[in-house]
């Protein structure tokens, strides 16, 4: 990520993140951190915030480089998701990436299991997906490169965990210099 580059996360815990990012990078511009309307507080110096609808961002096209989904793909089911990840592809500059991570699916049942229960919230079973399926709702939304990393070890307990960059390339006369 470059120091120019501007940064957007999701999620209730994105002022904190967005403030670590910021600082690790450096980052020239403020960071946007976006809540969901019933979460946390908006008190951060040095990260701009809002309360805002992941699926429905108050933000102009192509206004940010890079996007944060920490840990939410788990709470969306697939048409949900999507349609977050195609309001991301709006607001994302050509080239801006976004990068999700999330606990993964198993090849194991009992694993699953676990995770699932240890991961439900209010009674809701969450969505583990593996990288096909990450990246089939990336494609549907609209991303033509997606590929994933093997960013380990980011969790305690380890288990099985996915980490997805997802790059908006949109060509057009404009951008490839032919306009």
């Known amino acids: 990520?470059?120091?120019v580059e501007r940064l957007l996360v999701l999620g209730p815990d994105a002022v904190g993140m967005a403030t670590l990012i910021?600082?690790?990078?450096?980052l020239e511009q403020t960071p946007l951190a976006v809540i969901?309307?019933?979460q946390g507080p908006l008190d951060r110096a040095g990260v701009?915030?809002?309360h805002a609808q992941s699926h429905r961002l108050p933000l102009g096209d192509a206004s940010i480089d890079f996007?944060?989904?920490p840990h939410l793909l788990r709470r969306w089911d697939d048409e949900y998701a999507v349609l977050v990840l195609?309001?991301?592809?709006?607001?994302l500059a050509h080239n801006g990436v976004v990068v999700m991570w999330e606990i993964a699916a198993s090849r194991s049942d009992a694993v699953n299991a676990a995770w699932s229960l240890v991961l439900s919230r209010n009674g809701r079973t969450p969505a583990?997906?593996?990288?096909?399926?990450?990246?089939?709702?990336a494609y549907d939304a609209g991303f033509a490169w997606v590929q994933t990393l093997p960013l380990r070890p980011f969790l305690f307990p380890p288990g099985p965990r996915l980490t997805v960059l997802a790059r908006k390339e949109h060509y057009t006369p404009e951008n490839i210099?032919?306009?």
């Not at 910021?22 to 450096?26: G, N, Q, S």
């Not at 195609?86 to 607001?91: A, D, G, I, K, S």
């Open 67 to 69: 996007a944060i989904l």
């Open 86 to 91: 195609e309001e991301l592809w709006r607001v």
């Open 36 to 38: 969901d309307d019933d």
């Open 1 to 3: 990520m470059a120091p």
């Open 128 to 137: 583990l997906r593996n990288f096909g399926q990450v990246g089939q709702l």
């Open 177 to 179: 210099g032919r306009g």
């Open 48 to 50: 701009d915030t809002m």
């Open 22 to 26: 910021a600082a690790a990078a450096d």
